[in-house]
């Protein structure tokens, strides 16, 4: 059984960093490697959208434009776990925090959607 478990948000006030983890278990390394993985958030009221997708084959990356520039998505392939360092934390960056695998990826995927295994979330709070 594919688990995913995100760790380490929490509340920092403005211009503040966290680095989010993903640790996922139950499937070979194989069937990541071929996978893309991604990060997503969701905030009251609002829809769940990408932030960062992570295509493992050739360590493709994408961000949106929200967080270009301030967050980074990277992969520990011994240690199956993605991470989400994230720098300069608005506000408007407050949502609940998902990661996301989806395998047999031929390419990187951004929508909610196209990603069936989730983690359980972790909170992001940012003060101003």
């Known amino acids: 059984q594919v688990q995913l478990v995100e760790s380490g948000g929490g509340s920092v006030q403005a211009g503040g960093s966290l680095r989010l983890s993903c640790v996922a278990s139950g499937a070979s390394e194989n069937l990541y490697s071929t996978s893309c993985m991604g990060w997503f958030r969701q905030a009251p009221g609002k829809e769940r959208e990408v932030v960062a997708p992570?295509?493992?084959?050739?360590?493709?990356?994408s961000y949106d434009d929200s967080v270009k520039g301030r967050f980074t998505i990277s992969r520990d392939k011994a240690k199956n776990t993605v991470y989400l360092q994230m720098n300069s934390l608005q506000p408007e960056d407050t949502a609940m925090y998902y990661c996301a695998v989806r395998f047999f990826s031929g390419r990187s995927y951004t929508a909610p959607q196209d990603f069936p295994k989730w983690g359980q979330g972790t909170q992001v709070t940012v003060s101003s």
């Open positions: 992570i295509y493992i084959v050739g360590g493709v990356t």
